[in-house]
């Protein structure tokens, strides 16, 4: 594997560890105001929605500053565009999830929200946040995605 090679799988490993701690964060805050809210009596769908909401700006935060530090910047007004369109669907699919775990395979609230989030997580948010939300700019494509070098004139 080339020098350069590493180098932009070092850089995608790195952006994909820090995106997961930043979700990690933004989960765990989520995670604590849905169980308050649960045992405080509101109703687990309310929490969720309130939980999210408080993820999601948070999660936002982090990973526009922090995270995909180094991706091509838009404006805030057009990443969190972005976001909230992304995040809006996420919050369906939570939702829907949630109702389905806990309603349909009878899981208690707050395990069944939390299991809906993880999964929903993984298999919606980081993959549009990578690669819709906080885009890259091409010289920092991963390294199986990078075009082969073009030959120069002289060589067979």
Sequence with gaps: MSRRARRGLATE?????RANLSSSVASGLEYLLVT??????????AAATA?????????FSLKRHWAFH????????????RYLAVSSASLGFN???????????LLPAVPG????????G??????????????TRPSQSP???AAPPVPSRGSP
Excluded: M
Excluded at 13 to 17: D, K, S, T, Y
Excluded at 36 to 45: D, E, K, N, R, S
């Design 13 to 17: 490993i790195g952006r994909f560890v």
């Design 51 to 59: 939980g999210a909401v408080t993820g999601a700006v948070t999660d």
């Design 95 to 105: 939702l829907a999830l949630s109702y389905g775990l806990v309603d349909g395979l």
């Design 36 to 45: 308050g809210l649960v045992l405080a009596g509101v109703h687990y769908l």
């Design 143 to 145: 390294p199986s995605v």
């Design 113 to 120: 929200v939390i299991a809906a989030s993880i999964l929903v």
């Design 122 to 135: 993984l298999a919606w948010n980081y993959p549009l946040h990578r690669y819709y939300v906080f885009r």
């Design 70 to 81: 180094r991706a091509v910047k838009g404006t805030v007004q057009h990443e969190g565009l």
